[in-house]
């Protein structure tokens, strides 16, 4: 594969709503061929989150940029602050939440690409997991 970069700039990225989420795209499939990860920054309003939910094929990789996350790893959790970051396999069940006041602002960074056709499967209304936390 040949060599390639790719310069982002903030008021050139790739914008999408989803779920009561604002994700920022950095680097997506659509955007950059070829790329072996993809990143976005992600924000999450007061008391929202991003339910339950795996990813079969991706690694994940989350950074605390702004905020405090309920993060949550199979029936673990833990609050990450700013500078804090989490590693997540693929196929390991994981939520993150909005614990603090104002957004929560995250990175993550999602490899390999090969892994993005099998897409994000929720699994908040499953059990152990609908019983985790209340909603």
């Known amino acids: 594969m040949p060599e390639q970069w790719k310069f982002s700039k903030e008021k ?8 009561g989420r604002d994700h920022y795209w950095h680097y997506h499939p659509d955007t950059i061929e070829g790329a072996r990860s993809y990143m ?16 079969p094929e991706m690694h994940e990789i989350l950074y605390i940029l702004k905020g405090r996350a309920e993060q949550w790893i199979e029936g673990e959790m833990q609050y990450l602050e700013e500078g804090d970051s989490i590693y997540i396999d693929a196929d390991v069940v994981h939520g993150t939440f909005n614990a603090g006041e104002g957004p929560l602002e995250f990175l993550a960074v999602l490899s390999p690409p090969e892994g993005w056709a099998a897409g994000t499967l929720d699994v908040s209304d499953e059990e152990p997991y609908a019983s985790y936390r209340s909603k």
């Open 40 to 55: 976005v920054k992600v924000v999450v309003p007061e008391g929202k989150g991003h339910d339950f939910h795996r990813h």
């Open 12 to 19: 050139d990225l790739m914008f999408e709503q989803a779920f």
